[in-house]
């Protein structure tokens, strides 16, 4: 589904990473009165950063007189800044003399030195990388000299250091050592890490057609269970023609590979059955597949039925599955779900860092972690929340109305969390 935006004016930036040899750089396409707090976010996803640390902007005309701008209050008052959050690319950039660094990590000093290269109309709100060059560096990696030396030893298999440094770079940033690369850089992936980061950044309220995409699964069932329930067979399971039914309606035939008359060998029938049974809107009674209560007040309403299906992904029923739902939604939004290699490993360390364990003390095993990721991965992609493809993917891209939708849980995740 496309939306058509209005136009706005667009600035384009040429972005260097000051010092690096090979040059690291991104030539984007950014709104012009983008606030300087959104113009960090769009800079840590084009440079492929974290958003570990403390940053500030820094802007100089041709007098030498120089304006600071940051976002943290305590940074603010003892650095004597301004605050970032109020004000715009527009307004630092106030004459063609201005020269603007945003620096990243005071300790590692990363200093992008931007400058304009053009000016644009573009959809509103739209963030593009026309062009760039070379990986972005490491977190943490000790700056400029840091990082030189961690992309030699990481590409010398025989340096003593190696296995050493290769288990921190697996560590620090989730994928394995040996695909390491400096001089990647992949445009397009970079766009549609940007595409998925432009409604974070604006009005996040989804339109009726966002609610209608993102309910639309589990209103057909709702609506094809219908007041007198579906007939089960004897263990338990929707019948052959539903399930092919299932499959058709929703054009899910890629989805999966069989013939789709066997519910428990279709998991994309099976997992979106399931899952509106967990969210409480079917529920089994004597051979038959109801509605709940709540299935009946939601089955025709689509935001009733988007704001019921956001309130319990959110709120599953144990606390190891509320964390581990908690790190999947920031993990999507942000574009950073580690590799398939290290997805386990990176959920157990999660959950073991606020204090979960197995029933007997030990640490939570690789698989477990996958297990539970997967799991709710799994229940979100029984909704129209990501992009088609691959049913199996462990790090699937959401749709701008996805985005919306994960907004929309984050949100209600941060009350009850406060709670």
């Given at each position: 589904?496309?939306?058509?935006?209005?136009?706005?004016?667009?600035?384009?930036?040429?972005?260097?990473?000051?010092?690096?040899?090979?040059?690291?750089?991104?030539?984007?396409?950014?709104?012009?009165?983008?606030?300087?707090?959104?113009?960090?976010?769009?800079?840590?996803?084009?440079?492929?950063?974290?958003?570990?640390?403390?940053?500030?902007?820094?802007?100089?005309?041709?007098?030498?007189?120089?304006?600071?701008?940051?976002?943290?209050?305590?940074?603010?008052?003892?650095?004597?800044?301004?605050?970032?959050?109020?004000?715009?690319?527009e307004d630092v950039f106030s004459s063609k003399s201005t020269e603007l660094v945003y620096e990243y990590d005071f300790g590692d000093s990363w200093l992008h030195e931007i400058s304009i290269?053009?000016?644009?109309?573009?959809?509103?709100?739209?963030?593009?990388?026309?062009?760039?060059?070379?990986?972005?560096?490491?977190?943490?990696?000790?700056?400029?000299?840091?990082?030189?030396?961690?992309?030699?030893?990481?590409?010398?298999?025989?340096?003593?250091?190696?296995?050493?440094?290769?288990?921190?770079?697996?560590?620090?940033?989730?994928?394995?050592?040996?695909?390491?690369?400096p001089q990647e850089f992949d445009l397009e992936k970079c766009n549609r890490s940007l595409a998925r980061l432009s409604p974070q950044l604006g009005d996040a309220t989804p339109t009726p057609e966002e609610m209608a995409a993102v309910v639309l699964p589990a209103k057909w069932l709702l609506q094809r269970v219908g007041a007198d329930g579906l007939e089960l067979t004897k263990d338990g399971y929707l019948k052959p023609a539903i399930v092919a039914?299932?499959?058709?309606?929703?054009?899910?035939?890629?989805?999966?590979?069989?013939?789709?008359?066997?519910?428990?060998?279709?998991?994309?029938?099976?997992?979106?059955?399931s899952a509106l049974q967990e969210w409480g809107l079917l529920r089994k009674y004597k051979g038959k597949l109801l509605r709940t209560p709540a299935g009946r007040k939601t089955y025709d309403d689509d935001v009733r039925l988007w704001s019921h299906l956001a309130d319990r992904f959110a709120n599953p029923r144990t606390p190891a599955e509320k964390m581990v739902r908690r790190v999947l939604v920031l993990w999507l939004l942000e574009d950073r779900v580690p590799s398939y290699d290290m997805l386990g490993e990176a959920v157990s360390q999660t959950l073991m860092s606020v204090g979960f364990r197995m029933p007997d003390g030990a640490a939570i095993p690789e698989h477990d972690g996958r297990y539970l990721y997967n799991e709710s991965r799994l229940m979100l992609s029984t909704l129209g929340v990501f992009e088609e493809g691959d049913y199996l993917l462990s790090s699937p891209s959401p749709s701008e109305a996805g985005i919306k939708f994960l907004l929309e849980v984050q949100r209600r995740q941060n009350e009850h969390h406060e709670d």
């Open positions: 589904m496309t939306i058509m935006r209005a136009a706005e004016k667009a600035l384009d930036l040429h972005i260097t990473i000051a010092g690096t040899e090979p040059e690291i750089w991104r030539d984007l396409r950014v709104p012009a009165a983008i606030m300087l707090t959104d113009l960090h976010k769009v800079i840590q996803r084009a440079f492929g950063w974290d958003n570990r640390h403390l940053y500030m902007f820094r802007s100089s005309n041709a007098a030498g007189e120089e304006r600071r701008f940051a976002s943290n209050e305590e940074t603010i008052i003892e650095l004597e800044t301004e605050p970032a959050a109020v004000f715009t690319l290269s053009g000016h644009a109309v573009a959809p509103a709100g739209q963030l593009t990388c026309i062009a760039g060059a070379n990986r972005g560096p490491v977190e943490d990696s000790g700056g400029i000299g840091g990082y030189r030396e961690l992309c030699e030893i990481l590409l010398d298999p025989n340096h003593e250091q190696h296995d050493g440094l290769a288990k921190w770079y697996s560590w620090v940033t989730n994928k394995p050592a040996a695909q390491f690369d039914e299932v499959m058709a309606s929703l054009a899910w035939e890629k989805r999966w590979y069989g013939k789709f008359n066997r519910e428990s060998q279709t998991l994309p029938v099976l997992d979106l059955r």
